[in-house]
Nanobody, 121 residues
Framework: VQLQACGGGLVQAGGSLRLSCAAS???????LGWFRQVPGKERDFVAA????????NYATSVKGRFTISSDHVEKLMYLQMNNLRPEDTAVYYC????????????????WGQGTLVTVSS
């Protein structure tokens, strides 16, 4: 499977952005997820969604502010980010889950190229 993320940009604190991830090829993964990474730090779990029925999982830090959704037919995944904070600034990646805990980036086998989100204070 190939993944391509887009939708990042510069936004003021309190603003919103929507990220998109397009999947092509064979999507055998049960879950797709979003991670984010800042320079010098590990890739952190943001949210994941079960491809078949849209069941979501969220990191505590984004719960109530971010919403993950998907279009199974069009093979698209979205991350609606509201009430953004400067600490949300990162490169955001979409990924296809293989096995293991959803919050662990090593559980994912395919990654998109990343899209930069910058939140100014």
């Amino acid at each position: 499977v190939q993944l391509q993320a887009c939708g990042g940009g510069l936004v003021q604190a309190g603003g919103s952005l929507r990220l998109s991830c397009a999947a092509s090829g064979s999507t055998a993964s049960t879950f797709l997820g979003w991670f984010r990474q800042v320079p010098g730090k590990e890739r952190d779990f943001v949210a994941a969604i079960r491809w078949s029925d849209g069941y979501p999982n969220y990191a505590t830090s984004v719960k109530g502010r971010f919403t993950i959704s998907s279009d199974h037919v069009e093979k698209l995944m979205y991350l609606q980010m509201n009430n953004l904070r400067p600490e949300d600034t990162a490169v955001y990646y979409c990924a296809a889950h293989n096995s293991g805990p959803l919050y662990d980036h090593t559980s994912y086998s395919f990654w998109g190229q990343g899209t930069l989100v910058t939140v100014s204070s």
